[in-house]
C-alpha cells in the first residue's frame, strides 16, 4: 500500500533536505523540479530515488532536462601568442644619429684643391679665428676671477665667428672646412705678453677682413665682414682694458 503513494508525497520531507544541500549556493530558477498546487513535484521517482542515493552529491542525470544537460567539454583553447608591437609605416625616414646631421655632410675640403681668392681667403679666415679660440681657451687658464672669465667670452666669440665664416665658404665652394683637427696648444711665454701678442693680432685681422670686403658685391658678405672686422675693434678694446687692470 505504501509503495502506491505517488514518490514525490511520499519521499517530500527526505527530498527537502536532500535537494538543499543540492541547490546551495545555486539560484532558484536553476532547479529542474516544478513544484504544483498540491506542493507535489513533476520529477520522476527514479530522479527522487537518484538524490537520495547520492545524499546530495550533485544532481544526478535523471533529474536534468534536456535544457538542463551539461554541454560537452569544450577542446581547450591553444593559448595565442602575444602580438608583436607595430612596425614603422612603409617609407618612413630611418631616425636621425649623430648631431642631427643624418650623415648627410657635405665633403670635406683637401688639399690639392683649386679655386679663387676668395675661397683660399675664406679657409685663411677660419683658421685664424680657430687659432684664436684656441689661444684665448689656454690663456684663461693662466687668469682667475673677471680675467678668466673675460678671455673665455672672447674666446666663444671668436668660435662663432669661426662657424660664420666656414657657412660662407660652403656656400661659396660646396665644400666644408673646419680644421680643428690641425689646431696645437699655443705657445704663451707669459700673460702680459700674450695680451700684447693677441692685441696686435686683432688689429692685423681687422685691417684683413676690410681688405677681404673689397672683393665681394655680395651684401651677406659685405654685412658678414664688416661684423667681424667691428668684432676685432671691440676685443681690441678688452684686451687694452685687462692690461690696464694689471698695471
Known amino acids: 500500500m505504501e509503495d502506491m503513494i505517488p514518490c514525490a508525497l511520499k519521499d517530500q520531507e527526505v527530498f527537502q533536505r ?68 607595430p612596425g614603422p609605416p612603409a617609407g618612413d625616414l630611418p631616425p636621425q644619429e649623430g648631431n642631427g646631421w643624418g650623415g648627410d655632410l657635405p665633403a670635406l675640403w683637401e688639399e690639392p684643391q683649386g679655386g679663387d681668392d676668395r675661397a683660399a681667403r675664406l679657409r685663411r679666415h677660419v683658421m685664424d679665428a680657430l687659432e684664436g679660440w684656441q689661444f684665448y681657451r689656454h690663456l684663461a687658464r693662466r687668469a682667475r676671477g673677471t680675467d678668466a672669465r673675460a678671455l673665455n667670452s672672447l674666446a666663444g666669440e671668436l668660435h662663432k665667428h669661426a662657424r660664420k665664416l666656414s657657412a660662407a665658404y660652403f656656400l661659396l665652394t660646396g665644400l666644408r672646412y673646419w680644421p680643428t683637427e690641425l689646431l696645437g696648444a699655443p705657445a704663451i ?12 693680432a686683432e688689429q692685423r685681422q681687422e685691417t684683413a677682413f676690410r681688405l677681404a670686403a673689397d672683393d665681394w658685391e655680395d651684401p651677406d658678405m659685405l654685412e658678414l665682414y664688416g661684423e667681424l672686422a667691428d668684432a676685432c675693434q671691440q676685443r681690441c678694446r678688452r684686451l687694452r682694458g685687462l692690461l690696464e687692470q694689471g698695471v
Open 18 to 85: 536532500v535537494w538543499q544541500r543540492v541547490m546551495a549556493g545555486r539560484p532558484e530558477d536553476s532547479s529542474p523540479i516544478r513544484p504544483g498546487p498540491s506542493g507535489g513535484g513533476d520529477v520522476s521517482c527514479q530522479c527522487l530515488k537518484d538524490l537520495m542515493r547520492q545524499d546530495g552529491e550533485g544532481l544526478p542525470q535523471s533529474c536534468r532536462s534536456d535544457g538542463d544537460a551539461a554541454p560537452p567539454e569544450a577542446p581547450p583553447m591553444e593559448e595565442a601568442p602575444a602580438p608583436q608591437p
Open 189 to 200: 711665454p707669459s700673460y702680459w705678453g700674450a695680451l700684447r701678442s693677441r692685441h696686435q
